[in-house]
Each structure stands twice: as C-alpha cells, then as structure tokens.
C-alpha cells in the first residue's frame, strides 16, 4: 500500500508513507533499513514544503540515519551525485538531523562535494547542515569552516554559516 502512496496526487498522502517509514523505523529492526530507505527514495525530488520539511531533516536525518546508519550513509553518498537539486537539498538536510552529528567526519566529504554546487537552492542546505552540526561538534566543523573561509569557491556557503555558529 505504501509503494502505492509513494505516487498519490495528494502531498498529504505522500507525506503518510514518510510518517509510516519514520514509525517503522523506530522498531530499529535491522533488516528494514535498506527497505525503508528504497521506500521514500522516490520522494527526495518532490518539492512539496510539507515533504521536504519532512523528509531530508526528520526522516533522513533524524531517524534512519541514527538507527541505520551505515546503509543510510551508503544511500545518502549515492544520492548525492544526483543532478536533481531537490535530492541533493534533502542529502544536505539530513545530516542536519538527530543522526549528524553521529556521522560528522564523513558527512564533510558529501558536504565538501555539494557545497560547490552554484545552485542557491543546494548551497543553502550545505550551510543549514553545517551550522547545525557545528553547534553539535563545533570542534570537528569550524576548521573546516575555516578551511572553506580561504576557498573561494565555498567562501559564501562558509560564511553562511558562520551567521549562526
């Protein structure tokens, strides 16, 4: 039924199939991780507010990547050579979520990687991300603000995020 909803012309149905993976999750059966994540992974490009509040933060980042995480990090690397910004927004966002901070070293190589995007769409969430994981593990994410400070390819998504540290 939930494949199913996955295409429904209602956002608040597709959105139902987000708060079910999120409760299935929760059981933390271990089998059910690459399940779930195969699940909403056709909803990473739909644009809908409702969706995407739901899907990269919470979702991603706040539960299948603190209860799953290897083969959630495994998805969210795949996803992030994705063309789709949407995709790429919601791969951002997740490590903004609960499950980032469990994950930051290797969360910088996805975010070193899309903070080059030129799309303001994506270079936002890279800035979302790092705030929220610098305030998290501010000794692990400021040096590599730092870093970004002197390239002047990633200098605008650094000092973005720098507003909020």
């Not at 299935?24 to 990473?44: C, I």
């Not at 070293?105 to 890279?126: F, H, M, N």
């Not at 692990?140 to 390819?153: G, H, K, N």
């Amino acid at each position: 039924v939930l494949y199913e909803w996955r295409g429904h012309p209602s956002e608040n149905v597709r959105r139902a199939v987000l708060i079910a993976a999120t409760k299935a999750a929760q059981t933390r059966r271990r089998e059910w991780g690459e399940p779930l994540l195969k699940l909403v992974e056709p909803l990473l490009s739909d644009r809908r507010p409702t969706l995407r509040r739901t899907l990269g933060p919470l979702v991603l980042g706040g539960v299948l990547l603190r209860y799953y995480t290897d083969i959630t990090f495994e998805y969210l690397v795949k996803w992030s050579t994705s063309a789709d910004e949407q995709v790429l927004w919601n791969v951002a966002m997740a490590f903004s979520g609960a499950g980032g901070p469990l994950v930051v070293k290797k969360a910088l190589i996805i975010l070193r990687k899309l903070s080059l995007d030129e799309r303001r769409y994506v270079w936002r969430a890279v800035s979302s991300a790092m705030w929220k994981l610098g305030r998290k593990k501010p000794e692990i994410v400021r040096p590599e603000l730092s870093r970004w400070l002197e390239d002047e390819r990633r200098v605008t998504v650094a000092r973005e995020a720098m507003k909020h540290l």
